[in-house]
């Protein structure tokens, strides 16, 4: 079956700091996606990312970028240069097996505080 | 353009009691997700709507939870009656049919159930 781990409950930094959030998937789909979600405190969850297992180069996005390592199952997030309005819980997840790349399964969350 | 909107955002209600969440997903959008989060857990799939049909009701818990989509336009999740388990937050999520999508999926803040 999917599985999301995040192993960090909780992260604190100071602003401009580098931090790396991460996330260790199992699925058992040959081909399939790989997300994060951003929660900020106004509590919706907004998306960040998509990636196909097709295709094993790093993403950067500004002061985003993700590292996704096949070999280890992994999908990691670096966040440079922190802000504050970074603050949030960030989610990474997997499809459900099998179904596209909507119904998802979700780690826990790790939830990134970032001090001025 | 409107989000996707929740209501209630919180609701305290007590064990055996009736409690009916409703969510407007973004106009136009035909896939319509269920979601839940249990304190501190991950976010888990309770339901797919596509327009009205219910197209994978795997995740729902149990038969006191009842998901109907109106007409394909808005939904509402109604547990009856509630048990102290049923408590987190729910999230509604929509997104265009295939051939648009993206894969991104919209949320709404998610409504918060409080059953004491």
């Known amino acids: 079956a999917q599985k999301v781990t995040q192993a960090q409950t909780e992260i604190s930094v100071v602003e401009k700091e580098d931090v790396t959030l991460d996330c260790v998937y199992e699925?058992?789909?040959?081909?399939?996606?790989l997300f994060w979600y951003k929660q900020p405190p106004s509590g919706e969850l907004v998306f960040l990312i998509r990636?196909?297992?097709?295709?094993?180069q790093n993403e950067i996005s500004g002061r985003y970028s993700w590292n996704f390592q096949k070999s280890t199952s992994s999908f990691n997030f670096t966040i440079t240069a922190s802000q504050v309005v970074d603050s949030a819980v960030y989610f990474c997840?997997?499809?459900?097996?099998?179904?596209?790349?909507?119904?998802?399964?979700f780690g826990t969350g790790t939830r990134l505080l970032v001090s001025p | 353009e409107a989000g996707v909107t929740q209501f209630p955002s919180h609701s305290v209600i007590e064990k055996g009691q009736t409690v009916t969440l409703r969510c407007d997903p973004i106009?136009?959008?035909?896939?319509l997700y269920w979601y839940r989060r249990v304190m501190g857990k991950e976010i888990k799939f309770l339901l797919h709507?596509?327009?009205?049909?219910?197209?994978?009701e795997s995740g729902m818990p149990n038969n006191r939870f009842l998901a109907e989509r109106t007409g394909g336009t808005y939904s509402t999740l109604k547990v009856q009656p509630a048990e102290l388990e049923d408590s987190g937050v729910y999230f509604c999520a929509s997104s265009p049919l295939t051939g648009t999508n993206t894969g991104e999926l919209f949320f709404g803040e998610g409504s918060r159930l409080t059953v004491l």
């Open positions: 699925t058992r789909d040959t081909t399939y996606y």
């Open positions: 709507f596509v327009k009205e049909s219910k197209q994978d």
């Open positions: 990636r196909n297992s097709f295709d094993e």
């Open positions: 106009s136009g959008h035909d896939n």
């Open positions: 997840a997997l499809p459900r097996q099998g179904t596209g790349f909507q119904k998802l399964v």
